[in-house]
């Protein structure tokens, strides 16, 4: 069993800023997530989309403010718990939590933060009858490990920013990679979609647009993928593959949390924001896209906010006998978990005798 101070559920920007904030305070903290990978949407959605209104950022990609995150926490050595999704809770008498995942991994802390975003995040599926015949046995809609397609021929179906970009990775990988898409256009990054085009031309991506992927064959395993042109002279073509990627995005469900007791109102997850953004289960927080109350914004930068309130409380919740005084970083610096100290130079004054 994994054991923590703050269990965090999401690791989107909000749940890893609170690793950062619950650091400050000595506070340990472990993360869940459905997703492969930190970043939530930032990471699976639109990792090359620039983001305008996060503070002292003009203009930011979420890919990169992810990077930043991740780097800006790692001295507080956060624990992961990825690819797998929160399924139940459960507290004890001592006031306590058990929270155990879809695949029976259990966490036990203190206190829990959900900062699931929109919810737990689950592939949009194409509407091919016997796709699910297939899911591991050559379809996948994440790519955990690149190498697992080393000298494969793939192919990935999509138009956004995730399908471009790993069809991109792939070129150099993959024996060949084919990027089926619906339309001409695609909607994802301009330099993604030129490089795409640019790899078209080299032979290294076969780029078939205005088709589907509508069919899947093979016996015990993937084997084979039947493309739909629209072009009707060009009709269905069968493409031998070992490997079958859609991408088409994430699908936000609150998911198993909608049955924990929690209070809901319009698929999120209400709190009290005069003080510290806690749920009706005492020890459960809820901060980010995820909750709501009068006036809430769902930006990032308001669930920054919401965190560090939260881990204050967090704090009070986990020490009742100890008093945490508030330093500006600035003054107290960033003492991590791994050793490492940040803090500003001393000035050193000289008196000059007279």
Same mark, same amino acid.
């Given at each position: 069993?994994?054991?923590?101070?703050?269990?965090? !559920?999401?690791?989107?920007? @909000?749940?890893?800023?609170?690793?950062?904030?619950?650091?400050?305070?000595?506070?340990? @903290?472990?993360?869940?997530?459905?997703?492969?990978? #930190?970043?939530?949407?930032?990471?699976?959605?639109?990792?090359?989309?620039?983001?305008?209104? !996060?503070?002292?950022?003009?203009?930011? /990609?979420?890919?990169?403010?992810?990077?930043?995150?991740?780097?800006?926490?790692?001295?507080?050595?956060?624990?992961?718990?990825?690819?797998?999704? &929160?399924?139940?809770?459960?507290?004890?008498?001592?006031?306590?939590?058990?929270?155990?995942?879809?695949?029976?991994? =259990?966490?036990?802390?203190?206190?829990?933060? *959900?900062?699931?975003?929109?919810?737990?995040?689950?592939?949009?599926? #194409?509407?091919?009858?016997?796709?699910?015949?297939?899911?591991?046995?050559?379809?996948?809609?994440? *790519?955990?490990?690149?190498?697992?397609?080393?000298?494969?021929?793939?192919?990935?179906?999509?138009?956004?920013?995730?399908?471009?970009? $790993?069809? *991109?990775?792939? &070129?150099?990988?993959?024996?060949?990679?084919?990027?089926?898409?619906?339309?001409?256009?695609?909607?994802?990054?301009?330099?993604?979609?030129? =490089?795409?085009?640019? /790899?078209?031309?080299?032979?290294?991506?076969?780029?078939?647009?205005?088709?589907?992927?509508?069919?899947?064959?093979?016996?015990?395993?993937?084997?084979?993928?039947?493309?739909?042109?629209?072009?009707? &002279?060009?009709?269905?073509?069968?493409?031998?593959?070992?490997?079958?990627?859609?991408?088409?995005?994430?699908?936000?469900?609150?998911? #198993?949390?909608?049955? $924990?007791?929690?209070?809901?109102?319009?698929?999120?997850?209400?709190?009290?924001?005069?003080?510290?953004?806690?749920?009706?289960?005492?020890?459960?927080?809820?901060?980010?896209?995820?909750?709501?109350?009068?006036?809430?914004?769902?930006?990032?930068?308001?669930?920054?906010?919401?965190?560090? *309130?939260?881990? =204050?409380?967090?704090?009070?919740? !986990?020490?009742?006998?100890?008093?945490?005084?508030?330093?500006?970083?600035?003054?107290?610096?960033? =003492?991590?978990?791994?050793?490492?100290?940040?803090?500003?130079?001393?000035?050193?004054?000289?008196?000059?005798?007279?």
């Amino acid at each position: 069993m994994i054991k923590t101070d703050i269990l965090i !559920i999401g690791a989107g920007p @909000t749940g890893l800023f609170t690793v950062f904030e619950a650091g400050l305070l000595k506070l340990k @903290t472990h993360l869940i997530d459905a997703l492969p990978q #930190p970043g939530g949407q930032c990471s699976e959605i639109y990792p090359k989309k620039p983001i305008y209104d !996060i503070p002292a950022f003009p203009e930011i /990609l979420a890919g990169d403010l992810v990077n930043n995150l991740m780097e800006q926490i790692r001295p507080f050595s956060p624990g992961f718990t990825l690819g797998e999704r &929160a399924e139940t809770l459960e507290k004890l008498d001592d006031g306590t939590f058990i929270v155990t995942t879809n695949k029976g991994t =259990q966490h036990h802390a203190p206190v829990v933060a *959900i900062a699931g975003g929109l919810g737990s995040f689950e592939p949009r599926k #194409p509407p091919i009858t016997n796709i699910a015949d297939y899911e591991d046995k050559g379809v996948s809609y994440f *790519i955990k490990d690149p190498e697992v397609y080393r000298d494969k021929r793939v192919v990935i179906a999509g138009g956004g920013d995730s399908a471009l970009d $790993w069809a *991109i990775y792939l &070129a150099d990988v993959a024996a060949e990679v084919a990027l089926v898409h619906r339309r001409r256009e695609f909607r994802g990054a301009l330099d993604s979609v030129e =490089q795409v085009s640019e /790899l078209a031309k080299l032979g290294k991506i076969d780029l078939i647009t205005n088709a589907e992927v509508v069919g899947l064959r093979g016996e015990e395993k993937l084997e084979q993928v039947v493309i739909r042109h629209k072009d009707e &002279a060009r009709g269905e073509e069968f493409r031998d593959v070992d490997d079958f990627i859609p991408l088409f995005g994430l699908s936000p469900k609150l998911g #198993p949390i909608g049955s $924990w007791g929690l209070e809901i109102e319009k698929n999120a997850i209400k709190v009290d924001n005069s003080y510290d953004y806690q749920t009706n289960i005492p020890g459960v927080y809820a901060i980010g896209d995820v909750n709501t109350y009068k006036g809430k914004l769902k930006l990032i930068l308001s669930g920054f906010h919401e965190a560090a *309130i939260m881990c =204050q409380s967090a704090y009070q919740r !986990i020490h009742p006998n100890k008093k945490f005084v508030l330093k500006y970083t600035t003054v107290g610096g960033v =003492q991590g978990f791994d050793g490492s100290k940040k803090e500003a130079k001393k000035e050193v004054v000289q008196s000059i005798g007279v």
